[in-house]
């Protein structure tokens, strides 16, 4: 069974940085593109990033230079680098395996951006 792991979320104030990551078990993550999303309270969930299998990108306008997606096929592992962080980007990210017999979500995990 596949399943996505995503850590790294937290409190962080207007300005500031932080890295999420998401872990594949079940299945390695190279064939697949790989997306991720966000959802805030009472809204609903958007595409952030995603990455192809072949390492191409694409990113909301809204987060476009500030945001950098990644994957690291070795660790089985994709990663949100987020930097220049304002209040409106928080909400619960979810990284998702877009897969043909279905797509697989993770958990989430909170970003809070205040000061």
């Known amino acids: 069974q596949v399943q996505l792991v995503e850590s790294g979320g937290g409190l962080v104030q207007p300005g500031g940085s932080l890295r999420l990551s998401c872990a594949a078990s079940g299945s390695i993550i190279s064939i697949y593109a790989m997306g991720w999303y966000r959802q805030a309270p009472g809204k609903q969930r958007d595409l952030v990033a995603s990455i192809t299998s072949a390492g191409f990108v694409t990113y909301a306008q809204s987060v476009k230079g500030r945001f950098t997606i990644s994957r690291d096929n070795a660790k089985n592992t994709v990663y949100l680098q987020m930097n220049s962080l304002k209040p409106e980007d928080t909400a619960a990210y979810y990284c998702?395996?877009?897969?043909?017999?279905?797509?697989?979500w993770g958990q989430g995990t909170q970003v809070t951006v205040s000061s």
């Open positions: 998702k395996m877009n897969r043909l017999r279905g797509d697989v």
